[in-house]
Every structure is written in structure tokens, then in C-alpha cells.
T-cell receptor, first 116, second 111 residues
Framework: GQQLNQSPQSMFIQEGEDVSMNCTSSSIFNTWLWYKQDPGEGPVLLIALYKAGELTSNGRLTAQFGITRKDSFLNISASIPSDVGIYFCAGQNYGGEIQGAQKLVFGQGTRLTINP | DVKVTQSSRYLVKRTGEKVFLECVQDMDHENMFWYRQDPGLGLRLIYFSYDVKMKEKGDIPEGYSVSREKKERFSLILESASTNQTSMYLC??????????FGSGTRLTVV
């Protein structure tokens, strides 16, 4: 199945550093989403983006929906230990048809490790 | 908040056993999904359902089946468990046109 290209695959940073990760696709999406998965848990939605060019913040997190609709990035400022986990991007197209259009296409994930 | 509940956090089953993984959501979502997650392979879609009694194959349906008799419940069935089905299984639900809400996952080990 289709997957997004998410990078980097892993990051090892010091507490307090800023983090940046991105996702690209060969096809356009109407919606971009970013999820975080804590160890041993299911992914939790962080930010949803619905319009090309949209820049949205959620606390220390900022995400943007690329102008071309083929990419998105997520930034985390001033990282803290609880930011550890796997971050997934996901794209979605909802064009009115029901079958198949509800599926999200996921990136491979970025595993974030923080050294205190 | 929407809640997606998976019946077991950890399961250990023997090769050849029939295994049922249950998922229940409490917000009247139309769509429900089953994924498996393996290191280095990301999230892979097994099956999804967009209505009661309706189901569609995902990317890796072989060795699995599903059942959706009620809107709130979506079951994943491993007809004859094999060791290569050892994995983390994630259930999710969504409204039409919106992102998913995931359950906490079931870590299945087949021995």
C-alpha cells in the first residue's frame, strides 16, 4: 500500500533542543495529521491540518500543511523528556466516496529519543 | 472524548489457535480499522469497515478475517495463529472525513 516518506527515521537529541521532522508524498492530500505514540500505547492525534499553507500550533508543537499539498512538517520547541515516542504523519483525501476514502496513509514514523 | 477500547493489552496464544481481538468504540463512528505495527514497517492496514456488516481488505489481509455485527464493535480474527502474526495490533475508529482515534493496542505473542 501507499506510504508517505517521513524523515528522519530516528532522532537522538538533548533535552531543551528543538526538533523538526517532515513528511512528503508523491500525491496530494486534503488533510494532513500528526500523531504521537508513547511506548506501549496507541497513537494519539496531536495536530490536524485542513488547508494548504495552514500553520497550526498546539503548545510547543507547530505543524504546517505544505502549499503543494504534498508535504507537511512538525516542529517541537524546547524538548522535554515526555516528548519521547514515535511521531507519525498521515495524509487523507475525503472526496465524498465512502469506500477507501476514509483511509489514512501513514508515514513510517520518527522515533524521538531525548538525553536528559 | 472518544474512547476506543481493545479488550486485551497482552495476549499469548499457541500456534494454530483461533484468536479473537475485540475493539469497541463509544462515539457512534461509522468507520473502524485494524492495523498491525511491527518495528521498521510502520502501521499496516489489515481490514477496515465503513458500516455494519461491511468490510474491506487492507494491505495485508491474508490470515485474518473480521466481523462487524454492531456499529460499535469490530473484531479481528486470526483463523489459525502463526508465529509471524506476533505483533502489536491497533484498532481505530473515525467519523467520515476525519482522522482516527486509536485504541491502546494489543500485543499478541504466538508461540
Amino acid at each position: 500500500g501507499q506510504q508517505l516518506n517521513q524523515s528522519p527515521q530516528s532522532m537522538f537529541i538533548q533535552e531543551g533542543e528543538d526538533v523538526s521532522m517532515n513528511c512528503t508524498s508523491s500525491s496530494i492530500f486534503n488533510t494532513w495529521l500528526w500523531y504521537k505514540q508513547d511506548p506501549g500505547e496507541g497513537p494519539v492525534l496531536l495536530i490536524a491540518l485542513y488547508k494548504a499553507g495552514e500553520l497550526t500550533s498546539n503548545g510547543r508543537l507547530t505543524a504546517q500543511f505544505g502549499i503543494t499539498r504534498k508535504d507537511s512538517f512538525l516542529n517541537i520547541s524546547a524538548s522535554i523528556p515526555s516528548d519521547v515516542g514515535i511521531y507519525f504523519c498521515a495524509g487523507q483525501n475525503y472526496g465524498g466516496e465512502i469506500q477507501g476514502a476514509q483511509k489514512l496513509v501513514f508515514g513510517q514514523g520518527t522515533r524521538l529519543t531525548i538525553n536528559p | 472524548d472518544v474512547k476506543v477500547t481493545q479488550s486485551s493489552r497482552y495476549l499469548v496464544k499457541r500456534t494454530g489457535e483461533k484468536v479473537f481481538l475485540e475493539c469497541v468504540q463509544d462515539m457512534d463512528h461509522e468507520n473502524m480499522f485494524w492495523y498491525r505495527q511491527d518495528p521498521g514497517l510502520g502501521l499496516r492496514l489489515i481490514y477496515f469497515s465503513y458500516d455494519v456488516k461491511m468490510k474491506e481488505k487492507g494491505d495485508i489481509p491474508e490470515g485474518y478475517s473480521v466481523s462487524r455485527e454492531k456499529k460499535e464493535r469490530f473484531s479481528l480474527i486470526l483463523e489459525s495463529a502463526s508465529t509471524n502474526q506476533t505483533s502489536m495490533y491497533l484498532c481505530a475508529s473515525s467519523l467520515v472525513g476525519y482522522g482516527y482515534t486509536f485504541g491502546s493496542g494489543t500485543r499478541l505473542t504466538v508461540v
